[in-house]
Structures are given as structure tokens and as C-alpha cells.
């Protein structure tokens, strides 16, 4: 079992910015990949970042490219999405998750690539 903990969402005025940390415990040496998700009111959860936890790749949705960055700190087992310009359309609950190697085929923006879910950290954007 890997648990997932968000934390570092909150309330913020457009072109604001806010770094998400999302701490791994457990069997975190079975996690292959790590994703960031979003979801809106009344929206499907959304794909926004991921990244292998050795750091050889790293995927952003195209939505946030160029504004949102993943990294991770292996030592910390923890994920980070650092979030500049934000924009109120990223208003949403953002939820980090692990995957497992035999779970994982590489479909990275696939939410069902991904076992292990967090509870999700609020993230608001004014206009």
C-alpha cells in the first residue's frame, strides 16, 4: 500500500502562484510513476502532470504548459507541482497519485494508470 497526502493548495489571486507537495509513505518503492490530477465542479478529473520517480521523463498537460512544472525529491518521497500565472479556470480540487510498475503501461494522462490516489488539496483562483 503507498498513502498519498496532499497539501499546499489554498486561495489565491490570478497570477498568483502556489507549490502542491504531495508526501508518500508506505511501500513508496513500489510507485513507478507519479501523476497530478485536477477536478472542477461539475468536470471529469483531468490529467495535469506527471513524472517518473526515477525523474526520466516528465509529461505536462498542454492546459498548464509552459505555467506548471512536476518535480520530485526522492529522498522526501515527495511530489511537487509548482504552479505560477494561475488563471481562475485551474480552480479545482488537485489530486496526486501513484501508480505501480506491473500497473503501469505508460499512458501517463490515463487516470486509470494510477492505483494509489491522495484526497486531494483545494485550489482557488480569483479573478
Known amino acids: 500500500q503507498v498513502q498519498l497526502v496532499e497539501s499546499g493548495g489554498g486561495l489565491v489571486q490570478a497570477g498568483g502562484s502556489l507549490r502542491l507537495s504531495c508526501l508518500a509513505s508506505?511501500?513508496?518503492?513500489?510507485?513507478?510513476?507519479m501523476g497530478w490530477f485536477r477536478q472542477a465542479p461539475g468536470k471529469e478529473r483531468e490529467f495535469v502532470a506527471a513524472?517518473?520517480?526515477?525523474?526520466?521523463?516528465?509529461n505536462i498537460a498542454d492546459s498548464v504548459k509552459g505555467r506548471f512544472t512536476i518535480s520530485r525529491d526522492s529522498a522526501k518521497n515527495t511530489v511537487y507541482l509548482q504552479m505560477n500565472s494561475l488563471k481562475p479556470e485551474d480552480t479545482a480540487v488537485y489530486y496526486c497519485?501513484?501508480?505501480?510498475?506491473?500497473?503501469?503501461?505508460?499512458?501517463?494522462?490515463?487516470?486509470?494508470?494510477?492505483?494509489?490516489w491522495g484526497q486531494g488539496t483545494q485550489v482557488t483562483v480569483s479573478s
Open positions: 497519485a501513484a501508480s505501480t510498475a506491473a500497473g503501469y503501461s505508460g499512458v501517463y494522462y490515463d487516470r486509470l494508470e494510477y492505483k494509489y
Open positions: 508506505g511501500r513508496t518503492f513500489s510507485s513507478y510513476a
Open positions: 513524472t517518473r520517480w526515477s525523474g526520466s521523463s516528465t
